[in-house]
């Protein structure tokens, strides 16, 4: 008697992982969500020994994630992340719908208040840093933006004339303005001046060309080599691309700023975590602390819930909410022995 049994084809995990990359690619996920979704799913079937992950279903699962918060014990933001990358493999990549995928316990994530850094403390890290970088946390500071979000700025998303900046493909795959700060139009001009150089060195090696999102490149095919789509902050050197194996000037690495970051807060002696995204905190917290209503950060910050942005409004209650301290009501009295 035949068993009922499917009989699945041997695993290849090449080919798994290809088909994840893929449907990522289909559906224009980013790619670091795309390195960090194969980067878990590669460590779920490992951990399982090479099992085809049809074969698998909750149990297996629920095992691998309970070995990651146990024995690698990692924090229920990145338990979470690995949740998400298995979900979307097993729904969207291999079609499975299945009552589990819905019932799978996800961790409690504790909201904890930002890193914030007082105006003095932003000024005494620009000092310490150099060029370009110095401009790029000028900007994040004075705009708000994510990391990401700046080092993606092309040349034809600033707007000198209308004095605004336009965050394309923001979280959410959403736009919006936010505003460009006076102060750094002429350190931003002088920046593109030096970006045009680049570009110009690139058509004529015969490079030219950027990245172009989603199907432009087949639409507009010269588009991505005209100056208006050239990165505001662009790699000194040329490399090639991980998608599509093109050789070509990507825009500044962002490990490259954190980098100068950190060494720049370092050597500050500032005792905060801070890194570039506290720059972002930093920005809202300054907003609210000048009388900006809650909806216009939430706007300029790109969240789509306030209930995100009003973590904002606890950092500006971390003194107390300004009550007073009953220590600092006590009168001054001398000790046994000492003179008053």
């Known amino acids: 008697m035949k068993s009922s049994t499917p009989v699945l084809p041997p695993l290849t995990k090449v080919k798994v992982l290809d088909q994840l990359r893929e449907r990522i690619r289909y559906l224009h996920y980013s790619l670091r969500t795309e390195k960090v979704y194969v980067y878990w799913v590669r460590l779920f079937i490992r951990f399982h020994r090479l099992r085809h992950p049809a074969e698998m279903g909750a149990t297996e699962v629920e095992q691998f994630l309970s070995w990651l918060a146990s024995e690698r014990q990692l924090s229920a933001a990145t338990h979470k992340q690995a949740l998400s990358a298995l979900l979307f493999f097993y729904g969207k990549v291999l079609g499975v719908d299945l009552p589990w995928l819905n019932e799978i316990g996800k961790p409690r994530v504790r909201h904890r208040l930002p890193v914030v850094l007082s ?22 500071y004075g705009t708000g933006m994510r990391l990401t979000e700046g080092l993606r700025l092309r040349v034809k998303d600033i707007d000198f004339s209308h004095n605004a900046i336009i965050v394309r493909e923001g979280k959410g795959g959403k736009d919006r303005v936010v505003m460009l700060p006076q102060r750094l139009i002429p350190s931003l001009h002088e920046q593109m001046a030096r970006a045009r150089v680049l570009w110009e060195a690139d058509q004529a090696a015969g490079k030219g060309g950027t990245e172009m999102p989603y199907a432009l490149e087949r639409k507009y095919p ?100 300004g009550v007073r301290s009953p220590m600092d009501a006590l009168p001054v009295l001398s000790q046994p022995g000492h003179a008053t």
Request: net charge positive; aromatic share 10%.
């Open 222 to 321: 010269h588009a991505g080599a005209s100056w208006a789509w050239f990165w505001v902050f662009p790699q000194d050197a040329l490399s090639r691309d991980p998608r599509s194996g093109i050789v070509r000037r990507h825009h500044m690495y962002d490990q490259t700023f954190q980098r100068a970051f950190k060494r720049a807060v370092q050597s500050t002696g500032i005792a905060k975590a801070a890194t570039p995204h506290t720059l972002r905190h930093s920005f809202a917290t300054s907003l609210l602390q000048s009388g900006y209503d809650i909806r216009t950060v939430q706007q300029l910050l790109g969240h789509a819930d306030v209930k995100t942005t009003m973590i904002y409004t606890h950092v500006l209650n971390v003194g107390g909410m």
């Open 119 to 140: 105006a003095e403390e932003v000024a005494r890290i620009l000092c310490l840093l150099d060029g370009e970088h110095r401009l790029f946390a000028q900007l994040l």
